[in-house]
T-cell receptor
Framework: GAVVSQHPSWVICKSGTSVKIECRSL??????MFWYRQFPKQSLMLMAT?????????EQGVEKDKFLINHASLTLSTLTVTSAHPEDSSFYIC?????????????FGSGTRLTVV | LAKTTQPISMDSYEGQEVNITCSHN???????ITWYQQFPSQGPRFIIQ???TKVTNEVASLFIPADRKSSTLSLPRVSLSDTAVYYC??????????FGSGTRLLVRP
């Protein structure tokens, strides 16, 4: 139980286009989800906190107009990278805390490898 | 948020016990210590969580001294498949997870 599904697992897009990444909680409701990006050989960097039914909270230095987050339901958050550029190429990961009795910690999606060409 | 410090990398051999220590000097009274494992091109996976003394599950053990300023993740008899990055975190309550640099563990044959 407590699975987070992320889609797609990888995507290649042309510079200037937009890409949407989906994050779904499969067997629990998530009022809050988190989005991270990770460059090769580096740690995860928190980008934003996605709140169901309200605006996302972005970390300092993250452009909210470039990384659009929508959390329209208790099981789905989406991250849209708008007008993508090669420097946006990275590994994007979402997570949520199930809040299920007996389950500890946060659960993460399998990640999305974005390559902008 | 409690800042954590852990070794950048560690090497071990198959069958050995590996202990990774993390320091969290400014951990708050209500913070739990949590460890995650990450393989390349995958999201992190929860390993173990504890508040004090010792916690053991089917994967690892976590030792936390009385002052809670540090913790040690113990992996018994590692195998090649344990090669991964291990992160120590002390997130307050249901707050967001901020990852440090982690420890890159390499298990050799």
């Amino acid at each position: 139980g407590a699975v987070v599904s992320q889609h797609p697992s990888w995507v290649i897009c042309k510079s200037g286009t937009s890409v949407k990444i989906e994050c779904r909680s499969l067997d629990f409701q998530a009022t809050t989800m988190f989005w991270y990006r990770q460059f090769p050989k580096q740690s995860l960097m928190l980008m934003a906190t996605s709140n169901e039914g309200s605006k996302a909270t972005y970390e300092q230095g993250v452009e909210k107009d470039k990384f659009l987050i929508n959390h329209a339901s208790l099981t789905l958050s989406t991250l849209t990278v708008t007008s993508a550029h090669p420097e946006d190429s990275s590994f994007y990961i979402c997570s949520a805390k199930p809040g299920v009795e007996g389950y500890y910690g946060y659960t993460f999606g399998s990640g999305t490898r974005l390559t902008v060409v | 948020l409690a800042k954590t410090t852990q070794p950048i990398s560690m090497d071990s051999y198959e069958g050995q016990e590996v202990n990774i220590t993390c320091s969290h000097n400014n951990i708050a009274t209500n913070d739990y210590i949590t460890w995650y494992q990450q393989f390349p091109s995958q999201g992190p996976r929860f390993i173990i969580q504890g508040y004090k003394t010792k916690v053991t599950n089917e994967v690892a053990s976590l030792f936390i001294p009385a002052d809670r300023k540090s913790s040690t993740l113990s992996l018994p008899r590692v195998s090649l498949s344990d090669t991964a990055v291990y992160y120590c975190l002390a997130p307050p309550g249901s707050y967001k997870l901020i990852f440090g640099s982690g420890t890159r563990l390499l298990v050799r044959p």
